[in-house]
């Protein structure tokens, strides 16, 4: 036997000790694929980063973290969300008891199926570092939802605390005057990440070296005002956000004077077809926010998808975006009382974008505003928590085919019986749902959104203020939740090395 074949042989018997089998196969020479589909496996293990939530005294927070049942999962496992101080050393070590204090956790998730919720208040809460291992790992999800009374961003501000990456696009930023939009970075691990900072306005990208070679020391968090970065006013930006070294979470705080403020989180990644979910139906002023990272302008059609169908908005049919440069356009109060979806798709060639829409609600001095980024499909199941009675909207888009979708409503954070309906939602439109609530609901609670047939469902979920009086909102997109990983199966077959 030769000594290339007695290596592999020990290759693949050194392959099946780690991961439980091996699988080496020799083409049958009939061109067909012979191997098995993958399986679909829970993942075992996921981290999850929520930016600091607010510079105001003012501020009250809520985290609410839940991880949906997941069959197959282990049955147990456990996850924490706590500060980046307490991720540092992992909660071992003798401290003190200032420490100790300093250091328990915001937030002790519960077994799946359960929410639990913690809170925060005032201008230092800090960063939090997540991670979930085992049976609470699979599609674990925590929303960040933070009250502002008064001043520059007050509102509501919402955010899905989001796993970390290598990269983010954030177009709808701004420098504009009365604008204060701050770019946070999270960094998990134990060691540093370089990240670089560009910013894209009208006419390009705008120079400035302060966005180069940002280092973000070991699990902490920094905040980099925008303005800062480039001395130039621009109403429309694009960040972007690009990890030389390790990984990090990034999402950028847009705060307005007079509009309130939210969270912007990372568009879906550069394609050429894009839907934008779940536009809130009352929406008053609607603008949409463009770039192309590559070196060829995109020609794009303009579609919202209603709830009796695709209609072209008057007046913005199309809309042209250069190479390299931002664009923005007011599309006004685009959705007319409907819910309602925006549908990007090419005139001609498929050239990749990014897009977000800044949406405001209400008149004068009661004005809100959020942001609703292009978003990937629900794809298996996708969950979104912090729900509550009476102030939720969830928004279902079915842009291509029919669909039908499943959608459960946990428990509640301090008790209630989940309750789960179905839906068929038609091609080529939005419907704002009646969504499920827990009976004998007390506190928040978490829906989840599964696909069961037909097209991809876009979806997103739009939280409302407690007071009736203000128009403070916040919406979050709904993405597959990666609770599921595709895993190869195999059956051991060595004779190929041999031959």
Known sequence: MKRTTLSLIACATALAAVTGFAAVSAPD????????????????????????PSTSDLAETAYTSFTPVTKGADEKGDAELATAETAVDGGKGEKDDKDEKKEKPVVQPKAPGTPVAGKTSGADAPALIGTAEGGTAPGWTVQQTTEVAAGTGRGLQGVNCTAPDTEFWFPGASTATGRTDYVHLTNPDDSAAVVDIELYGKDGALKSTVGEGVTVPPHTSESLLLSTLSEVKETDLTVHVGVRSGRLGAAVQALDDKTGGDWLTAAADPASELVLPGIPKDATAVRLVLFTPGGTDADLKVRLASPSGLITPAG?????????????????????????????????????????????????????????????PVGARATVADNRAKSTTLALSATGEAAQVKVTASAGTEG??????????????????????????????????ETVSGGPVHASRTLTGSDDDVAAFTVQTLPDDRGMVSVPNADEDLSVLQK
């Open 29 to 52: 020479g009939s061109g067909t694929d012979t191997a098995a589909p993958a399986a679909r496996l829970p993942v075992e293990r996921t981290s999850l980063l929520c930016p600091a």
């Open 316 to 376: 913005h049919e199309t809309v042209h975006v250069k190479a390299g440069m931002t664009t923005g356009v007011d599309l006004g109060e685009v959705t007319r009382g409907e819910a309602g979806s925006l549908v990007l798709t090419p005139t001609d060639r498929a050239v990749p974008v990014v897009a977000a829409v800044r949406v405001v609600r209400g008149k004068g001095d009661e004005q809100e505003s959020a942001f609703v980024p292009a978003s990937d």
């Open 416 to 449: 209630g019986t989940p309750a789960t309906k179905t839906y068929t939602i038609k091609a080529g439109t939005t419907q704002n749902v009646d969504a499920p609530v827990p009976a004998g609901l007390k506190g928040s609670y978490a829906l989840t959104v």
